[in-house]
Every structure is written in C-alpha cells, then in structure tokens.
C-alpha cells in the first residue's frame, strides 16, 4: 500500500466544498437574523449555489484527482473529469432552480432548515460523481440521502408529509444495509475499496471467495435500485412526491435522480466491469420492468379530478428513469461510449422535468390539491405558463417542438439497438407510445374550454422566482433543442 499524499487539490473539491460552507454559513445566519429578514437566507442559498456553479470553470481544462494512495494519482478518492463535471453541473443546476421554485413557498416552512439542508444534499450529490471508492462513494450518498429525508417532512403538521418521510427513509435506510452488505463483500474478497484497483482485483479473485465477490456485486446493485427506485424497489416515489413541498419533489425527480444514477454507473461501468456479462442483462431487463411500470402507472392517473398532478409527475419520472437505465446496460455489451446517451438524457430530463414542477407550482399558488383537472383551461389564463407547460410535457414525450426529448429518445434507442438488444429496443419502442397517451391528454387539457360549472381560479399574486424558474426551464429546453447533436456531443466527450 502508498502511502496518503496529503496535499489537497483545492480547486477539484470546490462545488461540493462550496456548497457545505455556504450550508454552514446558513445555519449560523438563521440563529441572528429575525423573522422580517429570513429572506435573505434564500438569497444566500441562490448565490451560494451560483458561486459552486463558478467554481466548475476551471475543472474544464483538464482532469483533476486529489485524495491520492500514490503521487503518480493512481487509486484516487476524488477525480474532477468530464464525467464528473457534466454531473455536478445538472446537480447545481437543478439545485439552483429547486431554490427559485422555493423561494415563495418560505412563509409556510422554516426557513434556516430548509436551507441549510437543501444545501447539505446538494453538497453530497455533487460529491457523489467525483468519488472513486466505495466508501467514499456510499459517504456521498447518505449525505445527500439523509438531509432529503428531513425536507420531504419538513410540512410540520402535515400527516401526509410526515408519512412520505417516514416511507422514504425506512426505504432508504433498507437500501443502505444492502449496500454496505455488498461493498463489505467486495472489499473482503478483493482487498481494497477503490474503484480501478477493484475492477483489477476482480478480474483474478481468489475462485475460493468469487461467490463471496458475485453476491456483493449483486446486493451493491440493488442498493443502488432502491435509491433510484427502479422497479420493484420503487414503491416509495408516488406517495414521498406527493407528500413532500413541491420543489422537493422536483428536487428528488432530477438531482436526487442524476446523483444516483452517476453511482450506479461508476458501481458498474468501472468497479463491477469484470462482470459486465452478469450486470449487463440484469440492468437491461431492469429498465424494461421500470420503464414498463412507470409509464403503465401514469397511464392510470386519470383527469377526473381525484388525481394529483404531482403523482402523475411522480409515475412518469420512474417510466424516465427506465429509459435512463438503457444505455447503462447497452455499455456492458460496447463499451462505455454509450454511457455518454444516458447522460445528455440526464440533462434534457433535468431541465424540462423541473420546468414541468415549476408550472405546477405556480398552479397550486390558486389549487393547493393540484389536481390534473386544476390545468384545464390554463391557456385561457396563463397563456405563457400554459405554452411553457406543454413544451415541457411535449419534450417528455419526445414529439416537435420539444426536438431535445425527441433526439434524446432516438439516442437511447439506438444505444439498444447498438448493443444488440433489439428486445429492449421493442419494449422501449412501445412505452414510449403509451408515454404520450397520458403527456398529450395533460397537453389537451391546458387548452380545453373550462367546464360550465367550473369556479373560476382566484388571483395568483406574481412570484418573480418562480417566473424565472419556468422561464429558465422555457429557455434552456429550447436552446437544447436548437443543437441536440452538440448536448450529445458535450454529454460523450471523455467520458470514464
């Protein structure tokens, strides 16, 4: 074994870094400032998050590694790289606009909490991408798990905000035993907890500890699943979305998502290569079942008044996450260039995802309950927020004008394709179709006629934060569906 270098390489760990100091400065702020000046920890939170967001320029010349076993910068803990990058960049990002959506909800929560552990999430999932060993890499993940846990029931008062909390962490807790299970597995049967030297030590394990090795390859994957909940071990979403604040939901939809996706492929793409045989199939036949369940399930979330909004929200994300798993698996079959595909889908997803939560948040600024029948006849009084919403929806669905969700579709598509799984590629094919019998009815609905005895929706006083949360959203879709080949192109470069 090296020896620890102990320098510090301050500029790669800076996003995270930054994002826990501003936390920290959060917290103590909220303990002097009065009740009329709280506000300004909000305005802290948004700087705080664009300053990290800064901090990434310099990462963008060349990669960067520190918490290093050896001075040659083998075995590191930490490495700033595209891939990397491009994950701290949609985290910060997706943060950044979840603080815009929270601002006008602040009179109903604690705001020095709320706050300080958003921020503290955001500092874990911006950590989570840059770990390159296993214990850093479940350390990453519990500190961008556990603050989540506390903002989903935040509500105080609020029984079903308290119920969603409760569900997601005994879920997550469930998930957290099983990963620990298997990375104390890996690491008894290889001897070491980096990712690269893990993969190495794979290749020629003793055969008297492979079913020792195999079965902490599997349990490190399934623990995985259950935070991203992919189906089976999705079951938490529907209830911890609709039970959390609205921009939490949002939050957990894209930043949660994008954080861990990134530790599911570094788990697999790089640790667990040796067995890509093994993983390759099972992911595959993951993201059918997930993309299968979700989009089945939002089919169900009618618009006669008794379904939310948010559910459905809810249901489509795990049908997205299915379609997010498919170039994972495609890469245990051709090679980590296509894990580049799953990424650029990350980015559209993020983007337009979080502009569909910010329009449901200016709508339950008049109906609370958000209902799918509370979006009937937004045109007719939010004709840009109505524009906007469908843009959103038809960029989730992957049909013009939304080019982004179209290209992005075609991308993972022929990822399968490329790989030889024509039979993912079919069940992708056909989800995808019943994906746009409930996004275009949602469409449909923003322009109906309201009906006869519909009361019409009280005044909505403006919430410039929100304004420009679904305007960046607005902008950001269409700029990326202006150069769809160039998000690829940016999302592929250097990758693993």
């Known amino acids: 074994m090296g020896t620890l270098v102990q320098s510090v390489d301050w500029i790669a760990i800076a996003p995270p870094v930054i994002a826990a100091a501003v936390a920290l400065i959060v917290l103590v702020a909220d303990l002097f400032l009065s009740e009329a000046r709280k506000p300004l920890l909000g305005r802290l939170t948004v700087g705080g998050l664009i300053l990290a967001g800064l901090s990434l320029i310099p990462l963008l010349d060349h ?51 709320y706050w300080f552990l958003l921020l503290s999430s955001v500092s874990g999932a911006a950590l989570l991408p840059a770990s390159r060993d296993l214990a850093t890499l ?77 079965a902490g390859a599997a349990l490190t994957i399934v623990g995985f699943a259950f935070k991203l909940a992919v189906a089976p071990f999705h079951f938490w979403v529907p209830d911890t979305y609709t039970g959390a604040p609205l921009p939490i939901a949002a ?40 993309m299968t369940v979700g989009n089945a399930a939002a089919l169900r979330q009618r618009a006669d008044g008794s379904r939310s909004a948010v559910r459905l929200l809810a249901w489509s994300s795990i049908g997205q996450a299915g379609y ?25 997803y993020g983007a337009v995802n979080l502009g569909a939560f910010a329009v449901a948040a200016l709508v339950a600024r008049s109906a609370p309950d958000n209902r799918l029948t509370d979006y ?58 019943v994906a746009l019998v409930y996004y275009l009815r949602w469409t449909a609905l923003l322009f109906a006629k309201p009906e006869g005895a519909q009361a019409p929706a009280p005044a909505v006083t403006r919430s410039p934060p929100l304004t420009a949360a679904i305007a960046l959203s607005a902008v950001l879709g269409i700029a990326l569906s202006g150069a769809p080949q160039l998000v690829l192109r940016f999302a592929s470069g250097g990758l693993l």
């Open 376 to 433: 009937r006849g937004l045109y007719a009084r939010r004709p840009l927020a109505a524009l906007s919403m469908a843009f959103f929806l038809l960029c989730l669905a992957g049909l013009p004008p939304g080019i982004i969700g179209l290209f992005a579709k075609v991308a993972v598509f022929s990822s399968a394709v490329h790989a030889g799984l024509g039979w993912l590629a079919v069940i992708m094919a056909l989800n995808v179709v």
């Open 324 to 348: 997010l798993l498919v170039p994972v698996a495609a890469a245990a079959y051709v090679g980590t260039d296509e894990i580049g595909t799953t990424i650029a889908y990350a980015l559209m």
């Open 251 to 290: 939050y957990l939809s894209v930043v949660g998502k994008a954080a861990g996706f990134s530790g599911l492929i570094l788990i697999t793409v790089v640790a667990l290569k040796p067995y890509a045989d093994v993983w390759g199939p099972a992911v595959a036949i993951l993201a059918a079942l997930t």
């Open 138 to 214: 479940i350390i990453a993940l519990e500190v961008a798990s556990l603050p989540a846990f506390a903002l989903v029931g935040i509500k105080r008062g609020d029984r079903l905000s308290s119920e969603a909390a409760l569900k997601f962490f005994l879920s997550s807790v469930a998930a957290t035993a099983v990963t620990l299970l298997g990375v104390s597995f890996l690491y008894a049967a290889t001897g070491t907890l980096h990712l690269t030297a893990l993969a190495h030590g794979l290749t020629g394990v003793d055969p008297q500890l492979a079913t020792l090795a195999k």
């Open 63 to 113: 990669d960067r590694s520190t918490f290093c076993l050896t001075a040659a910068g083998r075995d590191c803990s930490y490495v700033a790289d595209h891939f990397t990058l491009i994950i701290q960049l949609l985290v910060i990002g997706g943060a950044l606009l979840t603080a815009l959506l929270s601002i006008h909800t602040m009179d109903e929560l604690p705001a020095g909490e």
